[in-house]
């Protein structure tokens, strides 16, 4: 026998599965773009499925306080530190810098800084191994002394420190600045304590000693104050010299990228160093400040 097969019927009207169109989806809710300890939840009906979509914030605020110091990275006292000595040594400081040489001038007149290389020798030789050494050991040892109350080492060490500078402008250079960065450091930030410490020292107060003596006043550590003093001293020769050469402003920025290991390095030694360790070796250099007191041309006081 064979096996019949049924005849398929063909689909009536009535029997003819019609597809639904889809219902359009809603339009969400724009997100807030600030808010705050909620989750939102989106619901997507279709045909067959319901879709729950679970959004967090990113950007959420907490009421939880935030630890001083917590997103600086320093404590209070820290960032008023910093902010005292970016001010105090900043150019714009009105100490007068800008008029001194540090004897700059004599040294390009007579041929020794004629372009950045030999400028840069000439600004390490001096902050290694002359003035700026003997400068950083005598601020390292009047903040200790400042620190101490030691009345009697503080006037020992300012009556060194007037006597070490070799020439009559350099003298008038580092009192006159010494003398303002007291006074308007004074002015602006009182401080108890600082008038005593600067009667102890019984006379003129040069340029480094007096930045030791307003750092020691207000309980600002040594080391940083060492470095941005250092920073501020190379900043104001280089500066001269651009003058003087002239040198452009990538020229000058490129000697004190260079000069900063020799800052790092002197401020460390200065720091181990006693009074004693005093000394330096830059003969040229103090004999063009001596020499500038009687140059017929100038545009510096020193």
């Known amino acids: 026998m064979r096996a019949v097969t049924p005849k398929r019927r063909?689909?009536?009207r009535m029997h003819m599965h019609i597809p639904r169109m889809p219902t359009p989806m809603p339009t969400p809710t724009p997100i807030p773009?600030?808010?705050t300890n909620m989750v939102i939840t989106?619901?997507?009906?279709s045909i067959a499925t319901t879709i729950t979509t679970t959004i967090t914030p990113m950007l959420m605020t907490t009421s939880e306080p935030v630890p001083a110091g917590a997103q600086s990275g320093m404590t209070a006292d820290e960032a008023a530190?910093?902010?005292r000595l970016m001010t105090w040594l900043s150019p714009s400081f009105p100490v007068g810098a800008f008029s001194y040489s540090s004897g700059i001038e004599w040294a390009v007149e007579a041929g020794d800084i004629t372009d950045a290389a030999s400028l840069?020798?000439?600004?390490?030789?001096?902050?290694?191994e002359g003035a700026g050494f003997c400068d950083a050991v005598f601020l390292a040892r009047v903040h200790r002394a400042a620190s101490a109350r030691?009345?009697?080492g503080l006037r020992e060490i300012a009556e060194l420190a007037a006597a070490f500078v070799p020439s009559r402008e350099r003298q008038l250079e580092t009192t006159t600045q010494g003398r303002a960065f007291i006074d308007i450091a004074r002015s602006a930030w009182a401080c108890e304590g600082l008038d005593n410490m600067v009667a102890a020292c019984g006379g003129a107060i040069v340029y480094p000693i007096a930045v030791g003596l307003v750092s020691a006043a207000h309980a600002i550590p040594v080391a940083p104050a060492m470095h941005a003093f250092l920073h501020a001293l190379?900043?104001?020769w280089i500066?001269?010299?651009a003058r003087l050469v002239p040198l452009g402003q990538t020229d000058s920025q490129r000697i004190l990228a260079s000069l900063e290991v020799d800052v790092v390095s002197t401020a460390k030694r200065a720091l181990e160093s006693s009074l004693d360790d005093l000394g330096g070796a830059t003969f040229r250099a103090d004999l063009a400040s001596l020499r500038h007191e009687t140059q017929y041309t100038r545009l510096f006081r020193s």
């Open 150 to 152: 030691d009345d009697a």
């Open 234 to 236: 190379v900043s104001n």
């Open 81 to 83: 530190a910093l902010y």
């Open 42 to 45: 989106i619901i997507t009906t």
């Open 120 to 128: 840069r020798g000439w600004l390490a030789a001096m902050l290694t």
């Open 10 to 12: 063909k689909p009536t």
């Open 239 to 241: 500066s001269a010299g």
């Open 33 to 35: 773009r600030m808010i």
